[in-house]
């Protein structure tokens, strides 16, 4: 029996999403946008495809939360895109009132559900969800890390002319212009990057990671990042549908860990069949931790500002 998958939203991100996921086979999709015939134009478009890709999954799109029902995962994209010169920051007051009111129907539709969150500005519309959602925080989890990760391994494999295959590394922190690369963490088939790259290089690096968004919003022109996000979506759906347990950085709610309490940041977790099983607490040289106290300082004052807004 396939898994049963929701995507909420079937803008770039959303629509890749369940193609990815819907030609993984191991799942059967809904694609739901309140934008009458975009999801089903597109979820349509999908399924005409399975013969040829060769899966049988069962892709439909809809307006309806009802065809939801019943869902394992569900992953939220909706929401604004980042425009050129728009921060994620900015993104906050529109987007949380559009997590709140998703999160609260899709809930109600698939009441066991572990709940994906991709809409920016991430962290914070992880707090949005897990409010709105009223379960327990093990089965609210942001996909960012993986995201950021993915972009720094690209550029160090790049940068060493490796396969990105042989580079290890973890981004944490808020998904953002605060997010922690860790240095100490980055290797090449187990060779430490200190012993590969100069300093100044590695800086450079993890400066364009942190920029990483941003770089392709201003290629773009008129919208932003979806094919990696999507694949990092992916990742974990196959990490919580198939109960493999994977060691991912993502967007985790906090309770005491790193000196955090109470917030989502990125941080790597276990990911399996019922959500998040553990956080996993590692070393941080004192620069690190410091980076990370910082990048949580940012979600903080973000939650400040959907209270304020919320009042």
Do not use: W
């Amino acid at each position: 029996m396939r898994t049963k998958v929701t995507v909420v939203g079937a803008g770039n991100v959303g629509a890749t999403t369940a193609q990815r996921l819907a030609e993984r086979g191991y799942a059967d999709v809904v694609l739901l946008d309140i934008v009458e015939g975009l999801a089903e134009g597109k979820a349509l478009d999908m399924y005409e495809a399975s013969p040829v890709v060769g899966v049988d999954s069962i892709i439909r799109g809809s307006t309806d939360y009802a065809a939801t029902e019943g869902s394992e995962i569900v992953v939220i994209t909706s929401g604004v895109a980042r425009k050129p010169g728009m921060s994620r920051d900015d993104l906050l007051s529109i987007n949380m009132k559009i997590v709140d009111e998703v999160t609260r129907k899709a809930i109600a539709a698939s009441p066991e559900a572990v709940i994906i969150v991709v809409s920016n500005p991430l962290d914070a519309m992880c707090h949005v969800a897990y409010e709105a959602a009223g379960i327990p925080a093990s089965r609210v989890v942001g996909m960012a890390g993986i995201l950021d990760t993915a972009r720094y391994r690209s550029f160090v494999a790049e940068a060493l002319n490796v396969s990105v295959e042989d580079v290890q590394a973890y981004v944490l922190g808020g998904h953002g212009d605060t997010m922690v690369p860790l240095a100490s963490y980055t290797t090449a088939a187990g060779i430490p990057i200190g012993e590969l790259l100069p300093q100044e290089q590695i800086d450079a690096i993890i400066q364009r990671t942190r920029d990483g968004g941003a770089e392709i919003v201003n290629l773009l022109k008129t919208g932003s990042a979806f094919y990696a996000p999507s694949a990092a979506v992916a990742q974990m759906v196959d990490s919580i549908a198939l109960d493999k347990r994977r060691i991912l950085p993502c967007a985790a709610l906090l309770e005491g860990q790193y000196g955090v309490d109470g917030l989502f940041i990125g941080v790597p977790v276990i990911l399996g069949g019922g959500g998040i099983e553990r956080v996993l607490e590692i070393s941080l040289t004192d620069e690190e931790q410091a980076m990370l106290q910082h990048s949580a300082d940012a979600v903080q004052e973000l939650v400040k500002d959907m209270a304020r807004l919320a009042e």
